[in-house]
């Protein structure tokens, strides 16, 4: 009788398990049903989010616009100076007044501001439709996440680049995005925590990002306002023409 019970209760211990086991796939479906849903994201044309970014005891105005199919433009201005990085959906390009270049210069794909401007551009996020984009997603378990429960998903993007998700195991909901960076010949842990997260439009957008380099805060990103479906003109995501340097004059 007791050997029959241990079976018994044995069975019914595992058959809870495997119940309450969730797949990738099935963490990333609650993903996006938490946002809002497929539709409701794909309702989703263009954004401009305002806000403030802090960096290094200055707050700093950004302007950040997205739209589909793949372009993306952030503005962060300083003292009547600004800071460009911008996606036409083809490459990347910036304007570093702050460094004192007033002239727009092309970044190669592998940069990692040109990486992170690319993923950006992307109203969907990555992984939505994972396997369609050549990504690859796999769920390395259920930890803790300063003492938050949270589902870890290591996701390959197409380019090779690894991410580790952190989704919030009570909403599903991304809280933060782990990857390497390279800064100056070194290899460096770079971690992103969303939190704030606001409707717009039907589908929730974290409005307070915090960046965190090798644990230490790097800078944060709070959005006072994001507007959606917005009117934008192609051309603001497209590399200005460079001025014509100008020849010498003969005596």
Sequence with gaps: MKRLLAVIFTFVVLSGV?????????????????????????????????????????????????KRP???RGDVTMQGVRFVLAYDGQSVWEINA???????????????????????????G?????KARGNAVELIGKEELEATPV????LTLKNGDVKYVYLDAANYL???????????????????YY??????????????IETRVDGQTENQIIIE???????????????????PEKKPSGP
């Design 195 to 208: 939190s704030d997260y606001k409707p717009v439009n039907g589908v929730l957008i974290a409005h307070a």
């Design 70 to 72: 793949a372009m993306g």
């Design 18 to 66: 495997s119940a309450s086991a969730q797949t990738a796939d099935e963490l990333i479906q609650k993903n996006i049903a938490a946002r809002g849903g497929l539709e409701k994201l794909r309702g989703l044309n263009s954004l401009r989010m305002t806000g403030k970014l802090h960096s290094d005891g200055r707050e700093l105005p950004v302007v950040i616009q997205i």
């Design 225 to 243: 306002k994001i507007e959606a479906n917005v009117t934008m003109d192609d051309g603001i995501f497209k590399m200005p023409v460079k001025a």
């Design 98 to 124: 702050f460094d004192g270049k007033t002239e727009p210069e092309r970044l190669p794909p592998d940069h990692d501001d040109a990486k992170q401007m690319i993923e950006l551009a992307d109203l969907d």
């Design 151 to 154: 589902y870890k998903l290591k």
């Design 126 to 130: 990555p992984l939505a439709d994972y």
């Design 174 to 192: 991304e809280l933060k995005v782990s990857s390497k960076s390279q800064r100056e010949g070194s290899e460096h842990t770079e971690d992103e």
